[in-house]
């Protein structure tokens, strides 16, 4: 059960776009649409933003796209805003009953 | 609304052990699985463990297999987490998720807090 590979960190300015990897192998990430994205603000319960590796929960704004290519998903946030600052993660199921997650990345708006 | 409620957390000494509750509202419990995740200060994600709606099935990550039990009393519509021969690693923010079709989970509860420290 190793986690899943994200980039500690990354950064955008206000308006501009971004985009988070969540690196796997064909056993999860690379499989069937197993991924989901959360967003956690500090101090605060993790929230779902995308399931199925690109569906959006009802809610969650049109900002946040999720994709995915081999073995590797990934977050794309547009026309970044100040509450965008927070840690995501991406969360993948293992085999049947086994659920994996990504390391997390520190989104900074600049 | 759903709505999960986690209690439970406290400072307990290694090789303690605690039991965790999640209590919920809003849905119909018995049908749907649910999570235990937990989050050490400043570190991320983990899960934990899973349990089917009827509990008839429970899943455990390596990490804590052997000294945590999940459990559901589906008269009470509450999820329960019981942990054993805790260890300082064992210190983190422990959140109960509700299961959707085993691909993700929402929504979360707010977390409870265990300490392990003599």
């Known amino acids: 059960q190793s986690a899943l590979t994200q980039p500690a960190s990354v950064s955008g300015s206000p308006g501009q776009s971004i985009t988070i990897s969540c690196t796997g192998t064909?056993?999860?990430?690379?499989?069937?649409?197993?991924v989901s994205w959360y967003q956690q603000h500090p101090g605060k319960a993790p929230k779902l933003l995308i399931c199925?590796?690109?569906q959006r929960p009802s809610g969650v704004s049109n900002r946040f796209s999720g994709s995915k290519s081999g073995n590797t998903a990934s977050l794309t946030i547009a026309g970044l805003q100040a509450e965008d600052e927070a840690d995501y993660y991406c969360c993948s199921s293992v085999g049947r009953y086994t659920w994996v997650f990504g390391g997390g990345t520190k989104l900074t708006v600049l | 609304q759903v709505q999960l409620v986690e209690s439970g957390g406290g400072v307990v000494q290694p090789g303690g052990s605690l039991t965790l509750s999640c209590a919920t509202s809003?849905?119909?419990?018995?049908?749907?699985?649910f999570h235990w995740v937990r989050q050490a200060p400043g570190k991320g994600l983990e899960w934990v463990a899973f349990i089917t709606s009827d509990g008839s099935n429970k899943y455990y990550a390596d990490s804590v297999k052997g000294r945590i039990t999940i459990s559901r009393d589906n008269s009470k519509n509450t999820l329960n987490l019981q942990v054993n021969s805790l260890r300082a690693e064992d210190t983190a923010m422990y959140y109960c998720?509700?299961?959707?079709?085993?691909?993700?989970?929402?929504?979360w509860g707010q977390g409870t807090l265990v300490t392990v420290s003599s």
């Open positions: 199925e590796g690109t």
């Open positions: 809003g849905l119909t419990f018995s049908s749907h699985g």
């Open positions: 064909s056993s999860d990430v690379g499989s069937y649409n197993l």
């Open positions: 998720a509700k299961d959707r079709g085993k691909l993700w989970l929402d929504p």
